[in-house]
């Protein structure tokens, strides 16, 4: 491997699946801004997941709703002024005539 390309500040975390309150603790190096009081009484950074292994359907076998629509709205907001400036002006008055 390559020298000094990998991260050597990695620590424990807690990761918790905010659909199911499932936690678990593990190594790494991700930035967080909150922390969580552990089963052993020790404190550790927190990080927020929308969807871990204990509530995917394909682990899980169990179809479940997501929501999307704050993402897909999250896309189209970022992607606003590069999509306004992809649209030329004669496709845009055929658009708004008809």
Same mark, same amino acid.
């Given at each position: 491997? %390559? $020298?000094? #390309?990998?991260?050597? &500040?990695?620590?424990?975390?807690?990761?918790?699946?905010?659909?199911?309150?499932? !936690?678990?603790?593990?190594?790494?190096?991700?930035?967080? %801004? $909150?922390? #969580?009081?552990?089963? &052993?009484?020790?404190?550790?950074?927190?990080?927020?997941?929308?969807?871990?292994? !204990?509530?995917?359907?394909?682990?899980?076998?169990?179809? %479940?709703?997501?929501?999307?629509?704050?993402?897909?709205?999250?896309?189209?907001?970022?992607?606003?002024?590069?999509?306004?400036?992809?649209?030329?002006?004669?496709?845009?008055?055929?658009?708004?005539?008809?």
């Amino acid at each position: 491997m %390559k $020298e000094g #390309i990998h991260p050597s &500040d990695y620590r424990y975390v807690v990761f918790k699946d905010m659909s199911n309150e499932h !936690t678990f603790r593990t190594r790494s190096c991700v930035a967080a %801004k $909150e922390t #969580i009081k552990w089963e &052993d009484g020790e404190e550790y950074p927190l990080i927020k997941l929308e969807i871990s292994n !204990t509530s995917h359907p394909f682990y899980t076998g169990k179809m %479940k709703l997501v929501d999307t629509a704050g993402r897909v709205d999250k896309f189209r907001n970022r992607y606003k002024t590069h999509r306004a400036s992809a649209v030329r002006p004669e496709e845009e008055e055929e658009n708004t005539e008809g």
